[in-house]
């Protein structure tokens, strides 16, 4: 292998080393700060739920009139042969509000809640980008394969783990605010199809005071992840930087 490229991966641990070690002893404080800051401004701390109501700009339009039958019925009698119903036009609705076009236009996206997703998935992309960081440190920090003294090896691999489910869950946050839009969509068509069924409307009401609640929640969960493997980490910060003594020399 060309001495030229051992020297740049060389280079790049130990860039990656000090990234880690920066982001440990000043990263995480000033996040978990800016975080508590962000919890107590207006659009997080002691909202109300109906500063998230928004109208669906789906009219209740006028009833329908549709026959029930849409198929050939026999009718008898005991002075007249069977007979056949002729068939409804298929082009006819039987069930819900054919949707060709609203009257008030799009049905809009909850603006106050893309304000706050706006403002979370940055938060979750920084907790995910910090935890690989972390992860790949304390990877680097792992000593070879040995028998004994590996105690603090295993604090090692225990802090490792801890930090992969952190990663995994910031990347869980993702997905629960795709979801959102997901289900959301779904219930307004159930809205611009049924448009006289209150209990669609009620549910899109419902869907985005949970998402409200979620949103919120993942903030908080953001901050209490950075100051668990903040305060895991300095406890542990000399095992992790040296899991084996060599006091075992001294021995001999």
């Known amino acids: 292998m060309p001495k030229d490229t051992i020297g740049k991966v060389q280079e790049y641990k130990d860039s990656l080393i000090t990234k880690a070690e920066t982001l440990i002893t000043k990263g995480f404080p000033e996040k978990i700060v800016e975080l508590n800051e962000l919890l107590s401004t207006p659009m997080f701390n002691e909202r109300n739920f109906s500063e998230v109501h928004q109208d669906l700009n789906i009219p209740v339009l006028a009833p329908v009139l549709v026959n029930n039958h849409d198929g050939d019925v026999d009718i008898r009698d005991d002075d007249h042969p069977v007979t056949k119903r002729p068939r409804k036009d298929d082009n006819v ?3 819900g509000t054919t949707v060709l076009g609203l009257p008030g236009g799009t049905v809009p996206c909850n603006k106050p809640l893309c304000e706050m997703i706006k ?4 938060i979750i992309r920084k907790l995910v980008e910090d935890s690989n960081l972390l992860k790949m440190w304390i990877s680097f920090m792992i000593p070879k394969i040995e028998d004994g003294n590996n105690f603090g090896v295993s604090i090692q691999e225990d802090t ?3 930090i ?3 990663e995994s869950e910031a990347a869980a946050f ?3 605010i795709s979801r959102y839009f997901l289900t959301r969509a779904k219930v307004v068509s159930k809205v611009a199809k049924y448009p006289h069924i209150d209990d669609y409307r009620r549910a899109v009401v419902e869907l985005d005071e949970k998402e409200y609640l979620s949103l919120w929640l993942v903030v908080c969960e953001v901050r209490n992840r950075y100051s668990s493997l903040h305060d895991i980490v300095i406890k542990n910060l000399e095992k992790l930087k040296k899991p084996r003594s060599s006091n075992t020399e001294s021995l001999y």
């Open 174 to 176: 993702f997905d629960q």
């Open 160 to 162: 490792l783990a801890e």
């Open 93 to 95: 609705a039987v069930s």
């Open 164 to 166: 992969q489910t952190v």
């Open 119 to 122: 403002v979370v998935k940055p």
